[in-house]
């Protein structure tokens, strides 16, 4: 139950950008830029983007933001949706590129402590392809679901048991992006 009377039943941050619009309509516009446009000069795809979104929520044990991206990761990657979960479970194992696993590595470090990109761990990256958009939209998704998964998890939003709902979530998700909720 939320610590809050939050007036829906959406779950997770829908439940907060309805109560609160205000605030809610410039966190939809930064997750719709992070995941959908990116910066000029990337070359991540969108289910790249949600993978680093679901992969730095997992890190944070955000169960929500975890699950709703991850769905909407295995939709965008269509018939390679099995590489979310095996990058999840283990990104050096996982049939991702070598791009991507290098970026996942800072990605996880922004997550747990950002002082420790260091110059090595950016070169990584850049020797395995990664242009300074790659690198940029990275640290900012990482940045940004750190924040999210503390305010979806700080007001303990509803999250839902039930895989067949995210898997509508990452549906919805896919194919529209980051939409603010119609009003009651």
Do not use: W
Not at 35 to 47: F, K
Not at 139 to 153: G, T
């Amino acid at each position: 139950m939320p610590y809050i009377q939050l007036n829906n039943d959406a779950p997770g941050i829908r439940s907060l950008v309805m109560y609160r619009p205000d605030t809610g309509k410039p966190l939809y516009e930064l997750v719709q830029a992070l995941l959908r446009a990116g910066s000029p000069d990337s070359t991540l795809s969108d289910a790249e983007r949600e993978l680093i979104a679901a992969y730095v929520s997992s890190r944070n044990r955000t169960a929500f933001c975890m699950n709703s991206h991850a769905a909407a990761s295995r939709y965008l990657f269509g018939e390679q949706a099995s590489v979310v979960d095996q990058a999840l479970q283990n990104p050096e194992t996982a049939p991702i590129s070598s791009k991507l696993r290098a970026l996942l590595t800072i990605a996880e470090r922004v997550t747990a402590d950002a002082r420790t990109v260091t110059d090595d761990v950016v070169a990584a990256a850049r020797t395995e392809g990664a242009t300074d958009g790659d690198i940029h939209d990275t640290v900012l998704i990482a940045a940004s679901f750190s924040m999210y998964n503390r305010y979806v998890d700080g007001l303990a939003t509803l999250t839902p048991d039930d895989p067949a709902a995210y898997a509508a979530m990452g549906e919805r998700m896919g194919k529209i992006g980051y939409a603010l909720p119609k009003p009651n």
